[in-house]
């Protein structure tokens, strides 16, 4: 089986900040782990991914996040925030052959003027 | 340019109403999800179809029902509406295998009178 853990529900930055949204994750086979964004009322969109190979994986609009098997870790960063970066952001980990994703529970980021 | 579309965005039925919900791609991937998105919380898997194969989630209610027509087109049948049911349903698409990730629509926001 596989969870995902995401460590505070809502983080406030100001703009121009480091962002810095945490993941821990379990799962008995090696994990496909993603970020996802969501804006209000809309759907879900990748930010990036981690399948194998480099475990520093850069993804959309600045955002990266790095692959520790030691610490079953996959934190998203973001150096400078903006205030585009409004939204609820959500980990996710994927098994299977159809791939399909268990969610974390989300963390609303806010950023402050 | 839009890639998996819900319709309609919004869905209003009464209560004990039978309501279809529609989700259609135009990315030829293999596999379609159905999610469930209650109020601040995450996406929660209610099935999948593989191609052709059904695939429910242990804990979906029987209430909940798939349709996938063709690769194109997967339809979402709730029997018998009730106020709990209300929540954003999210439809997505894979290749499915490896290093594959899940496309989101834009959802559709039932709500239950």
């Known amino acids: 089986a596989q969870s995902v853990t995401q460590l505070g529900s809502h983080v406030s930055v100001s703009e121009g900040a480091l962002v810095l949204l945490r993941c821990n994750y379990s799962s008995s086979v090696p994990p496909y782990l993603f970020w996802y964004v969501q804006y209000p009322n809309q759907g879900l969109q990748l930010l990036l991914k981690?399948?194998?190979?480099?475990?520093l994986v850069k993804g959309i609009n600045g955002f990266e996040a790095e692959f520790k098997k030691s610490e079953t870790s996959f934190h998203l960063t973001k150096p400078s925030a903006h205030m585009s970066d409004a939204a609820e952001y959500f980990c996710?980990?994927?098994?299977?052959?159809?791939?399909?994703?268990?969610f974390g529970s989300g963390t609303q980021l806010t950023v402050l003027p | 340019d839009a890639m998996v579309i819900q319709n309609p965005r919004y869905q209003v039925t009464q209560f004990g109403k039978p309501v279809t919900l529609s989700c259609s791609q135009t990315l030829n991937h293999n596999v379609m999800y159905w999610y469930q998105q209650k109020s601040s919380q995450a996406p929660k898997l209610l099935f999948h179809?593989?191609?052709?194969?059904?695939?429910n989630e242990a804990d979906t209610p029987d209430n909940f029902q798939s349709r996938r027509p063709n690769t194109s087109f997967c339809f979402l049948d709730i029997r018998s509406p009730g106020l709990g049911d209300a929540a954003m349903y999210l439809c997505a698409t894979s290749r499915g295998g490896t290093n594959t990730e899940a496309f989101f629509g834009q959802g559709t926001r039932l709500t239950v009178v």
């Open positions: 179809y593989y191609d052709k194969d059904f695939n």
């Open positions: 981690y399948t194998t190979g480099a475990t």
């Open positions: 996710a980990v994927s098994v299977g052959s159809a791939r399909q994703l268990t």
